[in-house]
C-alpha cells in the first residue's frame, strides 16, 4: 500500500539508473532516453521530473552530431544538472534561450577535477560540439584533484590521469533502488542525519 502511495505522490528519492563504468565505457552516464524523478525534502517537498537524453545525460534536448548551429556542450556537476528547478528553467535551457547555439549539458553530480576533463574529451570528440562551457562550482577546490569516488575518472600518484575507476552497481543493489519505498526511507535517512550534523550550528 505505501508503495502504491509514493508511486501515485511521487513523494521518492531520485531513482537509481547509473550505467555500470568500466575500463572499456570510462563515462558516468544515466540509462539514455528515460526521465526520473528528482525530490528532496522529508516529504518529498521538492519534485521534478527530468529528462535524459539519447546519451545518457540529464538535458533539455538530444544531441545532434550534425546540427546545423553551432553547439555547446557546458560541463559540470549539480549546478548544470539543475535538480533545484524544472528542466525548462534549467541552466543549459536558459542558456539555449538566451545564445545562438545549441546547448549540451555533459554533466553528473559532484564531478571531481579528471571526470570534468574527462567530460571535456568526451564532449570532442564523441559529440563533435564546437566548444566547451566548464561551470566550477564547489567550496572545496582542492578535494576535486583527489576524489576517487566509483564513477569517477582518477590521478594516479604520479599524477596521471588513469583510464576510470571501475563501477559496476550489483543487481542486488540496482534492483532496491528502483523501489519508491526504498528510495524515500534512504533519503529521509539522509535527511535525518544532516539535521543531526547541523543541530549545533542550527541551534546557535
Given at each position: ?24 565505457n570510462q563515462i558516468l552516464t544515466l540509462a539514455p532516453n528515460s526521465t526520473y524523478q528528482f525530490s528532496r ?8 521530473e527530468k529528462t535524459v537524453n539519447n546519451y545518457g545525460f540529464t538535458s533539455h534536448r538530444d544531441f545532434d ?58 564532449s570532442f570528440n564523441e559529440l563533435n560540439v564546437d566548444r566547451v562551457i566548464v561551470l566550477l562550482v564547489n ?66
Amino acid at each position: 500500500v505505501v508503495e502504491v502511495v509514493l508511486e501515485i505522490t511521487k513523494i521518492n528519492a531520485t531513482s537509481t539508473n547509473t550505467q555500470p563504468v568500466t575500463l572499456s565505457n570510462q563515462i558516468l552516464t544515466l540509462a539514455p532516453n528515460s526521465t526520473y524523478q528528482f525530490s528532496r525534502g522529508p516529504f518529498g517537498e521538492l519534485r521534478n521530473e527530468k529528462t535524459v537524453n539519447n546519451y545518457g545525460f540529464t538535458s533539455h534536448r538530444d544531441f545532434d552530431r550534425y546540427a546545423a548551429n553551432e553547439t555547446i556542450a557546458l560541463v559540470g556537476g549539480s549546478w548544470v544538472l539543475a535538480d533545484q528547478v524544472r528542466m525548462d528553467q534549467s541552466i543549459g535551457s536558459l542558456l539555449d534561450q538566451l545564445l545562438a547555439a545549441d546547448i549540451y549539458p555533459v554533466s553528473q553530480s559532484d564531478p571531481n577535477l579528471a571526470q570534468n576533463l574527462g567530460f571535456i574529451e568526451f564532449s570532442f570528440n564523441e559529440l563533435n560540439v564546437d566548444r566547451v562551457i566548464v561551470l566550477l562550482v564547489n567550496d572545496q577546490l582542492s578535494g576535486s584533484f583527489n576524489m576517487r569516488g566509483n564513477g569517477k575518472r582518477i590521478f594516479d600518484s604520479n599524477g596521471n590521469l588513469t583510464i576510470a575507476a571501475d563501477h559496476v552497481p550489483s543487481l542486488l543493489y540496482r534492483w532496491v533502488t528502483s523501489f519508491n519505498v526504498a528510495n524515500y526511507l534512504f533519503k529521509n535517512i539522509q535527511v535525518q542525519r544532516i539535521f543531526s550534523e547541523l543541530g549545533p550550528q542550527v541551534q546557535e
